[in-house]
């Protein structure tokens, strides 16, 4: 449910920039229907069907204008059909910017509920609870399309074409956050994969935690956020850096800001090596912890805030 909370400096030590900020949580309720809203569709949101990605992402411009100071698309060609980033942005557009970003489209014929309505319902709440929020930078939440296969790694992705935007512009940006699979989560042993085997010696075998994925040479930005998400997170939060070449390690939209020298991580249940849904029609709404899933949501909230 949401909540209004009051976090002052004697509670958040941290967050020394403010005298007070006031924030709500959140909304588990609101979480659920959104999930209902992008994954309940006519058909799949795949490249294949695009008035559903059409659809799709006039949906997620309403819910944006609902909270941001301003919102559009990012159109671009591609074997000359349109596809459609969405772009929110808070404060001064010429302030240095903080982008956090998620795919909307999905792989195949299936509801993709984790994979990645998750990560785009993580952008919609951020939007509502950075409303009437006054930050130091901008902040850009962008809705990517054409993440998924047969357009992954190529120039073709929507991140790909907002991170080169970026460059072409000389745009000031402190660095990338990926929402990528954020809602599942099992209490179990044996439910985290990993790949490598020993890395369970070190992590667990309970697929309970969330995580930052960086590479090594991951920049400030991302190193500072992943710092503050270990901190703010009621969840726990397991930080993992590795060489780019290691599998997963950049299978989203992160990549492409990697790739234009941006700083750049991602917050993931780690999608495959926990959620054997992945990229299947299994993928359901009803697969998700949705309280734990808020509690990320808090955590990257706090985090971009500090």
Known sequence: MKKSILLTLFTIPALTCFTQIRTSESDTIRIKKL???????????NYQNVDQLNETASFIFE????????????TYLVRGITYKNVIARFGDAQSERLIIGA????????????????GIVGLLELARMLKEQKTQKSVELVAYTLEEPPYFRTEYMGSFIHAKSLKDSNAKVSGMICLEM????KDEKRTQ?????????????????ITVVNKFSKGKAARKFTKKMDRFTTLPVKKFNGPKSLTGIDFSDHLNYW?????ACMVTDTAFYRNKNYHQKTDEMGTLNISKMASVINGIFLSILA
């Open 193 to 209: 994969d990993y790949p490598i085997g020993f890395l369970k010696l070190f992590y667990g075998s309970r697929g309970n935690y």
């Open 63 to 74: 819910q944006f204008q609902q909270s941001a100071d301003t919102v559009f698309y990012q």
């Open 35 to 45: 999930l209902t809203e992008l994954t309940k569709t006519s058909k799949p949101r």
């Open 103 to 118: 795919h909307y489209d999905v792989c195949g014929n299936q509801e993709g509920a984790d994979d990645n309505a998750s």
């Open 182 to 185: 954020i809602g599942y989560f």
């Open 259 to 263: 790739k234009m020298g941006y700083s």
